[in-house]
């Protein structure tokens, strides 16, 4: 069974201002007071600058998206997300800007790789982002990241 994730992820006033002036977006609430954008194929071709992809070392990311969410950040803490794992078996990267600056990473986890001890890169984005794990639970579990498969079955 494969998870993937592509996302934006911030508080959820920061989304929606951010969301007006991209009609292909689209946001899902995810608790403790945030919400996540999925990197949609339709909301990537929107905001693509045409220079590729690759930016940070992500998948997904779109060429020039970064300086979006550089000025998003301006309202808070901002972290782009990408998980993709089949069969146990996957990667992981998260970075973080604030203040139009990036703040968290961008940090990595290749295939096989362990997480480091302070978690993975997408719990470690999410405690940046001021989420709140409870014993025995990460943060990407905390915020229900483990809700949907894929990333566009958020929208669903």
């Known amino acids: 069974m494969g998870y993937d994730l592509h ?11 951010a969301a007006r002036d991209l009609p292909a977006a689209r946001l899902a609430s995810i608790g403790q007071g945030l919400s996540l954008m999925p990197m949609t194929d339709v909301l990537f071709d929107s905001v693509a600058d045409g220079s590729g992809v690759g930016a940070l070392g992500f998948w997904r990311l779109p060429g020039g998206f970064e300086q979006s969410l550089a000025a998003w ?4 803490p901002v972290a782009y997300v990408e998980a993709e794992y089949f069969g146990g078996v996957g990667e992981q990267q998260a970075a973080v800007w604030d203040g139009g600056s ?6 990595q986890v290749e295939e096989g790789g362990p997480f480091p ?18 014993a025995g ?5 905390a915020v229900g990241l483990d809700r949907h498969r894929h990333s566009e079955a958020w929208l669903g």
């Open 137 to 141: 639970d990460d943060e990407f579990s």
């Open 7 to 17: 996302a934006v992820i911030a508080e959820e006033e920061v989304l929606r201002g």
């Open 117 to 134: 001890s302070a978690g993975s890169p997408i719990s470690q984005a999410l405690r940046r982002l001021g989420v709140v794990a409870s």
């Open 73 to 76: 950040s301006a309202g808070g």
């Open 102 to 107: 990036i703040v968290l990473g961008p940090l």
